[in-house]
C-alpha cells in the first residue's frame, strides 16, 4: 500500500537521524579505541557494545551486520571467527561445491581429491546432497557448423534491397 506522504517524510528523516546517531557512535568508537587494529571480531564486538550501551544508541543485530560489512574485511592472519557454540564459522566466499561420483565414498573423494589441495577443509553434512546430473547438451546436442560468410553477406544484400524497395513505396 502506498504510504502518506508524510509518513513516508517522517520514516525517512528517523532513518537519516539513526544514521547519524550510528556514525556518531563509530567516530566516538575510533577515538576511544585509538584507532586500533582489531583481529578479533569478538574483542572488536564487547568494545563497541560497551560504548554502545555507554551511549544508548543500541545497535540492532542488522545495524551490527552492517557496521562489520562496512568497516571490516577479511585478515588472513586474523583470529578465527566462531559462532556462540565455539564453533568456526564457515567462510562463504571460500566454500565450494564437489561432485561426487555416486558410486564413490564422500569421506573417500573428500581425502583423495580436497583436503591434498585445502588441508583445513571439512564437509557440511547439512548441506550434503545425493542425486543425478543428467547433462542434456551432453547427450543431445548435435553440433551444426555456422553457415559460409558467403549465404549469409548474400541474405543481408537481399533483405536491404527488399527495404529500400519497401521505403520508396512509403515515400513516393
Not at 63 to 71: S, Y
Request: aromatic residues 6%; glycine residues 4%.
Amino acid at each position: 500500500m502506498k504510504k502518506d506522504p508524510a509518513v513516508r517524510e517522517q520514516e525517512m528523516e528517523a532513518g537519516r537521524q539513526r544514521q547519524e546517531q550510528i556514525r556518531e557512535l563509530l567516530r566516538a568508537f575510533g577515538k576511544a579505541t585509538k584507532q586500533r587494529l582489531f583481529k578479533d571480531r569478538k574483542a572488536f564486538l564487547t568494545e563497541l557494545r560497551d560504548l554502545d550501551r555507554a551511549r544508548g544508541v543500541r545497535l540492532s543485530a542488522p545495524e551490527l551486520k552492517a557496521v562489520l560489512a562496512a568497516i571490516g574485511e577479511r585478515d588472513e592472519t586474523a583470529e578465527i571467527c566462531r559462532d556462540r557454540d565455539g564453533q568456526p564459522e564457515p567462510d562463504a566466499e571460500l566454500s565450494d561445491a564437489e561432485t561426487v561420483p555416486l558410486k564413490e565414498s564422500i569421506e573417500e573423494y573428500f581425502k583423495r581429491d580436497v583436503l591434498p589441495h585445502v588441508p583445513d577443509a571439512w564437509i557440511d553434512h547439512g548441506k550434503t546432497r545425493v542425486g543425478y546430473e543428467i547433462p542434456l547438451n551432453r547427450h543431445f546436442y548435435c553440433y551444426e557448423p555456422p553457415r559460409p560468410l558467403e549465404t549469409i553477406e548474400g541474405e543481408i544484400k537481399e533483405l536491404e534491397e527488399e527495404i529500400v524497395k519497401l521505403l520508396k513505396e512509403v515515400t513516393a
